[in-house]
């Protein structure tokens, strides 16, 4: 298979099969543990203003700022204004 077929095949698969928006047959649901069933459950709520104010406050000062170039201080610092905006 030339490249560019193989880079067709790839596009059409990530379309068909990741990008669709399905629900998991029983089959599925049922092979999948409990427990991270009831993770993966969480994990489609909302974030909530309170999860947000927890991890903001679990940030340490005084680190190198990250790729997106603000410092802990500014996001912990920043009061309830900050936290809508993050939220």
């Given amino acids: 298979m030339d490249d560019s077929r ?5 596009h059409e698969w990530v379309q068909n099969r990741l990008l669709q928006e399905t629900e998991p047959t029983e089959e599925e649901m ?7 069933l009831t993770d ?3 994990l ?3 974030i909530t203003t309170a999860e947000v104010e927890a991890s903001v406050s679990r940030l340490q000062g005084g680190k190198a700022v990250g790729c997106d170039g ?3 201080e ?3 610092h920043g009061g309830e ?6 939220h």
């Fill in 74 to 76: 500014l996001l912990t």
């Fill in 30 to 36: 049922a092979s999948i543990p409990s427990e991270q």
């Fill in 81 to 86: 204004v900050m936290l809508r905006c993050l």
């Fill in 40 to 42: 993966a459950r969480l």
């Fill in 44 to 46: 489609n709520n909302p």
């Fill in 6 to 10: 193989f880079d067709q095949r790839m």
């Fill in 70 to 72: 603000i410092p802990a």
